[in-house]
């Protein structure tokens, strides 16, 4: 008896996992992330560093951008009503929290709070689900409630142009990555203060933005603080030009 419930257990197993297999199989393997969510000065700095335009910004990445098409708006349009179907329960916070969503840097105060699904963030190395986003965007009030504004979707930092265009179109906003980052050297986190001549040494707000001059100043040189990002503000507004906020979110945060 004991033979025959293992083998239907394996048989289970094998069944459960052979979609994710056949996925991995046909997608890239994705490349290291430059630095994981457990540093939180580098995370509260990248969170940071969204107030303002990202253009012409030496730490941002940012995907090209298409002309417009009536098949983009289409999809662009059918995306947001799907989010708004799909996740306005969450406009209870307490629900997110219910079904995996757990607050990213609960200890650092923010403007705009993101409430990660990590099983979410690895399943999109694989699929894109606009209703399982990796995140939820709370925007703080005043009274300490938290505002459901909108959501955010990432993928591997390889990822092909081709396949972040398919997910949410280059015609209707730009994907981007945090790059170029010089960083205190590691168990030197108290660094992370240092200012020169009223600029910040280190993080997505330093003058520096490569390996000789970070090597100048006793820092740590990433080419790249984790993947691609994209943010849909479909909770916010009605108006296109918040939902999907281009590459300037300040108005947002």
């Not at 390889?158 to 170029?180: A, K, M, Y």
Request: with cysteine.
């Amino acid at each position: 008896m004991a033979n025959q419930i293992l083998r239907f257990l394996w048989g289970a197993l094998l069944i459960a996992v052979a979609p994710l297999v056949c996925l991995a199989q046909t997608r890239p393997r994705p490349e290291p992330v430059a630095m994981d969510s457990s540093d939180q000065n580098a995370t509260a700095a990248a969170n940071a560093a969204m107030v303002g335009s990202m253009a012409g910004d030496p730490h941002f990445k940012l995907t090209p951008v298409h002309a417009a098409n009536p098949a983009d708006s289409a999809r662009a349009a059918a995306l947001v009503v799907t989010i708004r179907a799909a996740l306005a329960k969450y406009r209870d916070v307490r629900l997110a929290e219910a079904d995996g969503y757990q607050k990213f840097l609960p200890g650092v105060p923010q403007p705009v709070y993101h409430f990660t699904n990590y099983r979410y963030a690895l399943e999109e190395r694989f699929r894109f689900d606009p209703a399982k986003p990796t995140s939820l965007l709370y925007r703080a009030q005043p009274d300490g409630s938290l505002e459901l504004i909108g959501v955010m979707y990432d993928d591997a930092p390889g990822t092909s142009l081709e396949e972040l265009d398919r997910r949410v179109p280059f015609s209707i906003t730009q994907w981007h990555q945090h790059v170029n980052w010089c960083v205190p050297p590691r168990g030197q986190k108290e660094r992370w203060s240092e200012t020169r001549e009223g600029q910040p040494v280190f993080g997505p707000r330093s003058r520096i933005a490569d390996e000789r001059a970070c090597a100048a100043v006793g820092g740590r040189f990433l080419p790249r603080i984790f993947g691609w990002m994209v943010h849909v503000n479909a909770f916010a507004s009605d108006d296109a030009a918040v939902i999907w906020g281009g590459e300037d979110h300040g108005h947002m945060h």
